[in-house]
């Protein structure tokens, strides 16, 4: 199985400031023959089910705001939001797609400083 | 719009088994895959495995492999997660959530609260 590894496992951030969030697969999740990372970012809420942010490691989804980007190939990526929001309280999950079992990091939680 | 509507919560003894359900709406049922994620409190997102709405086609993952089942009934378009010799560690938020043309989840739903307790 690939081990995703997120860090940190949470961080607090000014209202306005960036936030970064790192997320590491233990084998490439490149898809070669496609040439694309096969890679996406969820936002969860308490009580809530994750909402799509990124795909294809970084494709913002319809209707996500841009201050929200991804970055990186291979197996590393990062998740950055560029001026946190209050409404950007949340935990925030890696996820690979590129074999089964699909597998997530274990979250960061974000929270404003 | 993608609706996915799951059945409510439950609580089932150890040992027991459970059966969600998640009714579909707004898009061509016998397209893309339906997979199921759970979260355990407190925990990471959690696969489950998928089913292939087109052919019925499963694919479960190891660490539940003899205990769960998806399958379809493609008259109602709905979704179903049975999983069987449960116990406590089992108890866990589930969701289905159906894939696009990128294999990533944009569509999810509200969740189904299985509690296990004697």
């Known amino acids: 199985d690939i081990v995703m590894t997120q860090s940190p496992d949470s961080l607090a951030v000014p209202l306005g400031e960036r936030a970064t969030i790192n997320c590491k697969s233990s084998?490439?999740?490149?898809?070669?023959?496609?040439?694309?990372?096969?890679l996406a970012w969820y936002q969860q809420k308490p009580g809530q089910p994750p909402k799509l942010l990124i795909y294809?490691?970084?494709t913002r989804e319809s209707g996500v705001p841009d201050r929200f980007s991804g970055s990186g190939s291979g197996t590393d990526f990062t998740l950055t939001i560029s001026s946190l929001q209050a409404e950007d309280v949340a935990v925030y999950y890696c996820?690979?797609?590129?074999?089964?079992?699909?597998?997530f990091g274990q979250g960061t939680k974000v929270e404003i400083k | 719009q993608v609706q996915l509507v799951q059945s409510g919560t439950e609580v089932k003894k150890p040992g027991a088994s459970v059966k969600v359900s998640c009714k579909a709406s707004?898009?061509?049922?016998?397209?893309?895959?339906m997979h199921w994620v759970r979260q355990a409190p407190g925990q990471r997102l959690e696969w489950m495995g998928w089913i292939d709405i087109d052919n019925g086609n499963t694919k479960y993952s190891q660490q539940f492999q003899g205990r769960v089942s998806i399958t379809l009934d493609t008259s109602a378009r709905t979704a179903y997660m049975e999983l069987s010799s449960l116990r406590s560690e089992d108890t866990a938020v589930y969701f289905c959530a159906r894939d696009n043309i990128t294999d990533s989840y944009p569509f999810w739903g509200q969740g189904t609260l299985v509690t296990v307790s004697s």
């Open positions: 084998q490439s999740v490149l898809s070669s023959s496609k040439n694309e990372n096969r």
């Open positions: 294809w490691a970084s």
């Open positions: 996820q690979q797609y590129y074999n089964t079992p699909r597998t």
């Open positions: 707004g898009f061509t049922f016998t397209t893309f895959s």
